[in-house]
């Protein structure tokens, strides 16, 4: 199965890498990356990737969206907008971290689904789906085919928490040990909400 990352410029690396690492070591993956329009992405720490047509993306697999200050803009972008909207459509899965989320609810695929999103933005994020249901208490959410999680390293936990639910533990476990990783495996542990836990 793929994994599809959606890039675009000033996307927030960690958001993008994080599950990469997590994404790439499950044999029966394999990483694509796309952009609407193809060529160079740079992400917000001057990562440099070379992407895909998005128009040349299959259907099925996994679509990934990072955040990022690039998201901003996007929110506001109807061709990209539609766009991603049909990319969601013809996905197995969907997977959103930090303000990733703000684009996929921007689609309206999100309402009267649970979602999160980073904390620091949660009501920037909000306000761009007042129909979808936010748990500003989460480090990763799963409603339908849907996983959101918080900010940026939340995109780890809820990344190892998908393998966790299609692999098992064992897989999940075998993961962490390889990359020395301490996975918060609770998703409703959210210690960046606002007054704790």
């Given at each position: 199965m793929?994994?599809n ?12 890498f994080?599950?990469?690492e ?13 952009s ?36 901003r ?15 969601v ?24 689904c ?10 920037w994020?909000k306000?761009?789906?007042?129909k ?17 999680s ?13 393998v ?16 020395e990783?301490?996975w ?9 909400v606002?007054?704790?836990?």
């Amino acid at each position: 199965m793929n994994v599809n990352c959606l890039l675009f410029n000033d996307f927030e690396t960690l958001d993008l890498f994080g599950p990469v690492e997590v994404f790439g070591k499950v044999e029966e993956y394999s990483i694509k990356y796309y952009s609407m329009n193809g060529g160079n992405i740079i992400s917000k720490q001057s990562a440099s990737i070379n992407t895909e047509n998005a128009d040349t993306m299959g259907s099925g697999g996994i679509l990934l969206i990072p955040g990022g200050k690039g998201t901003r803009t996007l929110v506001n972008d109807n061709e990209f907008l539609s766009k991603l909207k049909c990319m969601v459509e013809k996905s197995a899965w969907c997977l959103t971290v930090c303000t990733g989320a703000a684009l996929l609810a921007k689609t309206g695929l999100l309402d009267n689904c649970q979602a999160t999103t980073n904390k620091i933005a949660f009501v920037w994020v909000k306000s761009k789906g007042i129909k979808v249901n936010w748990q500003d208490k989460a480090r990763w959410c799963v409603d339908k085919k849907y996983y959101t999680s918080s900010g940026i390293s939340a995109g780890i936990d809820m990344s190892i928490g998908f393998v966790f639910d299609r692999f098992g533990a064992e897989k999940a476990k075998e993961i962490t040990k390889m990359m020395e990783y301490e996975w918060e495996n609770n998703a409703d542990k959210d210690p960046f909400v606002v007054g704790g836990n």
